[in-house]
């Protein structure tokens, strides 16, 4: 060295440098004298005034150097240490300070001496420190010692660690900021800029909601698919992170999981869905006639979890089946005059196994009249070519006992049936998830209004007669086949032949004829 600076161009004996004093010596350096950040040698040596035999000083020079004594190592550092917060990470939000804070500290060479952490938040305009007890009065700054992990390189710290103090308190509401610095000086007295973070409070969890699968309207199936879940999420101040939905077939015992790609025993099965707000997530393979509760939760970047009590739940039926009714009235060929009054049937949404199926329930029945043009009845005025259904009576019970009239909503009544004329009543049934009957259920009749007409052709009208063995004559009957023809005879007695005697007039008195099977115009007699 020159005094000034070092060179690695020099060599050892060539740069010597003579002190000022002996007894008490220095050499005076400027700090641009150093390199910086570097460890360094000194050796010193003596020469006494010894003289030789001419008298001439010569003096004995030292030649061995002890360690510590006449040749010292020592470090010039002029960097100050490099300190860090990981956790809590700067700007993340938290909910407590459970896991303490932790960072680390770097000075490689003089290493650190002395740290002072702080915690505080911030309520008007004064700052609240934590005090390893509590939080101290306010602007009142106490520097926290840290527990330490390593010694040289990158050092570990944590608070409270060892120190015996308790991890702050959570106090304020949510929202909060907090404040957290570490600083550092080491051996070399060279003392740190502060390193701050800030992490705020967040103690609410996410609410979350599902749109889709809807809860007013929960009926799913083949009528009404179900392809995709989805729905909404908040959270403030820290935002969602993630949602999860649980899906769960409770119709089977025991209960059965979405695991994303099967079936499985697995309560615990939660899916992340797509995005957050909004959320989607694919349907599963719907096992059909099932039902199914499905359930979201959220965490937020806090790692707050939603609420148990505040999760959302929707129960859904996913009903195939389709609905089943039944015509009671009309139930037979033909209809005499003012015959029906009123049409009737069941219906029911029906459960292969009841026990571990499920269903969505009737909707409604509708049905509609045709006359033998193929027109349908409006349900009040005419019968169209436009096709027609109308809502019966019955349209929540399941199973069903279906009357019209009335209709849903009331104000329909049967139409005028023509003499001779054929009817269809079709009908339908269709349940909540909108699967509908088919093909409908239809009964045909044939409306006859008009009596059979009989004539009697033996004996004679006003015909004298010792006695007669066979009374004979014709009928006509337009349109249904006769069930059955009854005669009486009275004497001029006012008796009535019932059949072995005569007698006052009774059930016995009319007597059931023989007719062919064929239809009207025909015969009839009939024995005496």
């Known amino acids: 060295s020159n005094g000034t600076k070092f060179s690695s161009n020099t060599v050892e004996t060539a740069q010597w440098q003579v002190m000022t004093g002996t007894d008490s010596w220095r050499m005076l350096f400027n700090a641009a004298d150093w390199g910086g950040d570097r460890q360094y040698y000194a050796k010193t040596r003596a020469r006494d005034r010894s003289r030789d035999a001419a008298g001439v000083i010569i003096g004995n020079q030292g030649a061995t150097f002890a360690p510590g004594v006449s040749l010292v190592s020592f470090i010039v550092d002029d960097t100050p240490p490099v300190s860090f917060v990981t956790n809590p990470p700067a700007a993340s939000f938290i909910q407590n300070f459970g896991s303490g804070i932790s960072g680390t500290t770097n000075s490689d060479l003089s290493l650190a001496s002395t740290y002072y952490l702080k915690a505080w938040y911030v309520v008007g305009t004064s700052s609240f420190f934590w005090n390893g007890a509590g939080w101290g009065a306010a602007d009142v700054q106490t520097p926290l010692p840290v527990s330490l992990t390593g010694s040289t390189g990158t050092i570990a710290w944590t608070y409270p660690g060892s120190t015996g103090h308790t991890t702050p308190t959570i106090t304020q509401p949510d929202g909060t900021a907090y404040g957290i610095s570490i600083q550092a000086r080491d051996n070399a007295g060279n003392l740190e800029t502060p390193t701050t ?31 995709t879940l989805s729905g909404t999420s908040f959270d403030s101040p820290a935002g969602v992170s993630r949602v999860e939905i649980h899906i769960e077939d409770v119709s089977d015992s025991p209960a059965l999981s979405w695991n994303g790609s099967a079936w499985v025993v697995d309560p615990s099965t939660y899916l992340v869905t797509l995005a957050t707000n909004p959320w989607n997530l694919p349907s599963p393979t719907w096992l059909n006639n099932k039902q199914y509760q499905i359930t979201a939760r959220a965490f937020d970047l806090a790692g707050t979890q939603t609420l148990l009590g505040s999760q959302p739940v929707v129960v859904i039926p996913y009903d195939v089946h389709k609905p089943s009714t039944t015509i009671t009235v009309p139930g037979q060929a033909f209809y005499p005059r003012n015959q029906p009054t009123v049409l009737s049937g069941t219906a029911v949404d029906w459960r292969n196994f009841p026990a571990t199926e499920a269903k969505s329930g009737l909707l409604k029945v509708e049905l509609a009249i045709r006359d033998g043009a193929g027109d349908y009845w409006d349900g009040t005025a005419a019968f169209t070519p436009v096709v027609t259904y109308r809502v019966v009576s019955t349209n929540t019970a399941d199973p069903a006992a279906w009357t019209y009239p009335p209709s849903n909503p009331a104000g329909d009544v049967l139409p005028p049936f023509a003499d001779g004329a054929a009817y269809s009543v079709r009908v339908r049934a269709s349940d909540k998830t909108g699967n509908v009957e088919s093909p409908d259920i239809v009964y045909s009749f044939t409306y006859d209004a008009q009596a ?45 032949w019932d059949g072995a005697g005569w007698s006052a007039f009774g059930a016995p008195s009319w007597r059931r004829l023989i007719t062919p099977a064929s239809a009207a115009p025909s015969s009839q007699n009939g024995p005496d």
């Open 197 to 227: 973070i800030q992490v705020r409070l967040d103690q609410a969890g996410p609410v979350v909601a599902i749109t889709t699968p809807m809860a007013t309207s929960p009926e799913y199936g083949a009528g009404r698919l179900l392809a």
């Open 452 to 496: 059979p007409t009989t004539t009697i052709t033996m004996p004679l009208d006003n015909s004298y007669a010792t006695a007669f063995t066979v009374s004979s004559g014709t009928y006509v009957e337009a349109t249904s086949n006769l069930t059955a023809m009854y005669v009486a005879v009275r004497d001029v007695f006012g008796n009535w």
